[in-house]
């Protein structure tokens, strides 16, 4: 009877590989950042084949915004928040947020990686080069914005998550979210266009 070691893929029998990439990929990211992982480092560290993790991610970012259980991937927001005319950014970045944030399954995530970013150095490193090399570096250079200006409109809009759903403040808590993008959508075009 052979017992030859089995190489890397996918796995024999009802096993959650994708599950268990995703655990890996939490490792991963807690041990060298978002920066230094590699997705054939998270195939490793799961004992699985680098084209098994790219079968159920398409990217390192996507990797990510699954293992930390992000309502949305850069992939999809990036394109999202280009999609129409460049005066209306900064309507369509509120409007996004507040979408994505309405609902308690999409927006818990959310926070609580905010909340861990505050209070953890390593999810702090994590969150900055995510949100930095992921997303706003790529809607900067996209758009041709200094990166000083993406970060203040991020500043900006992170200001208004933790207002709303981490202090609770009232009346910003309780208000329509399409008050808020009449209010903040102008404030945010400004970085845009100047």
């Known amino acids: 009877m052979s017992t030859a070691r089995r190489g890397p893929g996918r796995r024999p029998g009802a096993v959650d590989t994708r599950g268990e990439i995703l655990t890996a990929a939490r490792r991963v990211f807690a041990e060298k950042g978002f920066d230094k992982a590699t997705v054939r480092g998270i195939a490793k560290e799961a004992g699985v084949d680098p084209a098994l993790v790219h079968h159920y991610f398409d990217t390192k970012e996507g990797i990510f915004a699954a293992a930390m259980r992000l309502p949305v991937t850069p992939e999809v927001m990036v394109p999202t928040l280009l999609d129409g005319p460049r005066e209306e950014i900064g309507e369509r970045l509120v409007r996004m947020l507040l ?30 080069e995510f949100i930095t090399n992921a997303l706003l570096y790529q809607v ?55």
């Open 99 to 128: 979408r994505v944030t309405a609902a308690p399954e999409t927006r818990e995530p959310m926070v609580a990686l905010l909340r861990s970013a505050m209070t953890n150095e390593q999810a702090q490193a994590m969150f900055r």
């Open 140 to 194: 900067a250079d996209r758009l041709e914005v200094p990166y000083l200006r993406i970060e203040a409109a991020f500043a900006q809009m992170f200001g208004m998550i933790m207002a709303r759903y981490v202090l609770k403040l009232e009346p910003m808590a309780s208000a329509d979210p399409e008050e808020l993008v009449e209010l903040l959508g102008p404030t945010i075009q400004r970085y845009f266009t100047g």
